[in-house]
């Protein structure tokens, strides 16, 4: 039987476990949500996700600030907004992975600016990304 004071000791005792592992869960969320920017989704087309997959090697969202120097805007906001690709950083290697599933391995060794004109490049080879970099082209003609 516990006196009053123990009793007491073990309640703080295990509202101090609940607070540590609430912290280390948020800790934990907030450095796995700062490895990727989520893309705008893509919601005209029947496939089960509605946005790409770009993977890098990249071990840093704050290259993606970049501005891209033909179009003027972030290389996130291309990728993200106008490509409807999330990006996951610091990754095994360089990888699209389309709406479909298909995946189109990437150079390895490639700057962010690079990895995106890469990314626009093979998206604008494909069926329903064609129409979205000519939109991105048509939209910030210079």
Sequence with gaps: MLNG?????????????????VIMLLLVSKMNAQKQIEASPREDLSFSTHKRLLY???NSLDVFE???PKWSHPLKEILSEYLHTSIVIDQKENLLVSFDGSRFPLKSKASALDLTNEVIYKIGAMYFGKREVDKLKKNNAY
């Design 5 to 21: 004071y123990t009793y007491k000791l073990q309640i703080t005792k295990l509202s101090l476990v609940r607070t540590a592992v």
């Design 66 to 68: 970049t501005k891209h």
């Design 56 to 58: 890098t090697t990249i």
